[in-house]
């Protein structure tokens, strides 16, 4: 999990820093990387798409992230960052509707229909929880990340040339 922190957190500064309109990170951090991440990985994170905007994430959203592995770009509206809905996209498709809820919110129960849903044209195909016990740079307070896919959970395993189709160690 804090392999996961480490990664995501370093996805979502840079998308901090991009929606706070300073320049996102130019280059990868130095520094011992999580087993299993190379230099190369950690810079395709970092990287965010080049490009038109992709006509299929909805008006308003901007990239917040580099292709991550199992999960492809983030695009959310910058007052919206992060707490959603955050949209993923990867190969000219819409992938899935995330929200991340803090532990206190999720644990009363509240109710997400309004923000974690499908894109129009899309249905949900599976949801992944994956809690984040220490938070991440960017959401430093315990929470979950709720992604809802539109596409089966063997397709976005491929994803950012994750040819194992399992969940890379620096994600776990």
């Not at 190969?91 to 109710?111: L, Y």
């Not at 984040?132 to 976005?156: L, M, V």
Request: proline residues 13%.
């Amino acid at each position: 999990m804090k392999k996961r922190a480490f990664l995501l957190g370093l996805s979502l500064a840079a998308a901090a820093s991009l929606l706070a309109a300073t320049p996102a990170p130019k280059a990868p951090p130095t520094g011992k990387l999580p087993p299993g991440m190379t230099p190369a990985i950690l810079q395709m994170m970092m990287t965010l798409p080049k490009g038109p905007h992709p006509s299929v994430m909805p008006a308003g959203t901007v990239p917040v992230s580099g292709c991550i592995p199992t999960m492809g770009y983030h695009y959310a509206k910058p007052g919206n960052f992060p707490f959603g809905p955050v949209y993923g996209y990867y190969n000219g498709k819409a992938t899935f509707t995330e929200v991340m809820v803090d532990k206190a919110q999720f644990t009363k129960g509240a109710s997400w229909d309004e923000v974690l849903k499908p894109l129009p044209g899309y249905k949900i195909d599976h949801v992944d929880i994956w809690y984040e016990s220490h938070g991440h740079p960017g959401y430093t307070i315990p929470h979950y990340d709720i992604h809802a896919w539109y596409i089966p959970h063997s397709a976005h395993m491929t994803f950012c040339g994750n040819t194992s189709g399992k969940r890379p160690a620096f994600l776990m």
